[in-house]
Structures are given as C-alpha cells and as structure tokens.
C-alpha cells in the first residue's frame, strides 16, 4: 500500500522531535526514526494496529500503532487508494478523551 502523512501528522513528529532534542538530540533521533519506520511496517501491514478505541466514535475507522512506549501513530486504511494514511502521532500519556483526527 501507499503511505500518506497527513499534514498535521507530520507537524505532530516534528514538534515531538524538536521537543526531544532540546534535552537529548540523539535519542529524539531515535524515536523520530522509529514513527517512521511504524509508518513503513503499516505500508506492508496495514492492519497490523488495532482499532483505536478512543476514535470509535468516528465515521472513518482509525487504528493506532504503538512506534515507543509513549508514542503512537494513528491511522486509517484506505481500501479504494490502496493507501495508509496516518493521521496523527499521539503521546499516550496524554488524555485520550482529547484525541481528535
């Protein structure tokens, strides 16, 4: 399948990087590396991630993959694209009652 980042995600890794590098440049390298290579495993898996349970109440169907134990990449598949579209990278220590896509 395809990989798309929408926008916003890709804004969401950029500060989640340059917010880890203020502290410790090489491992917000690390976990940056890591959002990108969960991106690349759903391009060949794309259901790999569960449903997002905080998203359920959606009318597109999110799903969420774990990349570090406090980040995520939310995503949906899209059958007739054949395409990945991540939608968010969301810090799981963060209420997911404030999760939107």
Same mark, same amino acid.
């Given at each position: 399948?395809?990989?798309?980042?929408?926008?916003?995600?890709?804004?969401?890794? &950029?500060?989640?990087?340059?917010?880890?590098?203020?502290?410790?440049? +090489?491992?917000?390298?690390? !976990? =940056? #590396?890591?959002?990108? $290579?969960?991106?690349?495993?759903?391009?060949?898996?794309?259901?790999?991630?569960?449903?997002?349970?905080?998203?359920? &109440?959606?009318?597109?169907?999110?799903?969420?993959?774990?990349?570090? +134990?406090?980040?995520?990449? !939310? =995503? #949906?598949?899209?059958? $007739?694209?054949?395409?990945?579209?991540?939608?968010?990278?969301?810090?799981?220590?963060?209420?997911?009652?404030?999760?939107?896509?």
């Amino acid at each position: 399948m395809k990989l798309k980042w929408l926008p916003i995600a890709t804004v969401h890794a &950029d500060n989640c990087y340059e917010f880890l590098a203020q502290k410790d440049k +090489k491992a917000a390298l690390g !976990i =940056y #590396r890591k959002m990108t $290579e969960g991106a690349a495993f759903l391009a060949k898996n794309p259901y790999a991630g569960p449903l997002e349970s905080s998203l359920e &109440d959606q009318v597109e169907v999110y799903r969420s993959l774990v990349v570090h +134990k406090y980040y995520k990449l !939310i =995503y #949906r598949v899209l059958e $007739e694209t054949q395409t990945v579209e991540i939608a968010a990278v969301w810090d799981v220590r963060r209420n997911p009652k404030t999760l939107s896509v």
